[in-house]
């Protein structure tokens, strides 16, 4: 076969042909499968700001519930001493633990007042008056 300089040039015009329209399909293509990862990656950080945000209503919650569970603990164990009108060293001791995290996590003052006063509790039980004495 014998190939004329007019074939010759059609086929290196539809070859060009085709290698600009390869490229072109090839970047649109690219180009697609960018905006696709760029959308994912900005979707996959729109969930993890979800996911932190959420995170930190739940631990704010969670630290509130926790703060009011050692004031009433440390309310009751005041209210139980004042009855008793002493307060042992093993109970001083716990309760010291709770207040110093209860204080840690900007606890109120309230319970730092009857910190306070439970200190100055005696450790043994007051004697009772004896009868007929």
């Known amino acids: ?11 290196s015009g539809v070859i060009g042909i085709f290698i600009s329209v390869l490229t072109a399909y090839l970047t649109h293509k690219i180009k697609q499968r960018d905006e696709e990862m760029v959308r994912y990656r900005r979707e996959r950080e729109e969930k993890e700001e979800e996911q932190i945000k959420r995170r930190e209503i739940e631990d704010g919650a969670r630290d ?23 307060y042992t060293v093993t109970e001083r001791d716990v309760y010291h633990e ?10 109120n003052g309230v319970i730092h007042e009857l910190a306070e006063k439970i200190v100055n509790l005696p450790t043994e039980p007051p004697k009772e008056k004896q009868k007929g004495g």
């Not at 076969?1 to 086929?11: A, D, K, V, Y």
């Not at 709770?98 to 606890?107: F, I």
């Open 98 to 107: 709770l207040y110093t995290a209860y204080s840690e996590a900007n606890g």
């Open 1 to 11: 076969m014998i190939i004329t300089p007019e074939i010759s040039t059609l086929i």
């Open 64 to 86: 509130k519930l926790t703060l009011g569970m050692a004031r009433t603990m440390l309310l009751l164990n005041y209210d139980r001493a004042m009855e008793k009108g002493c």
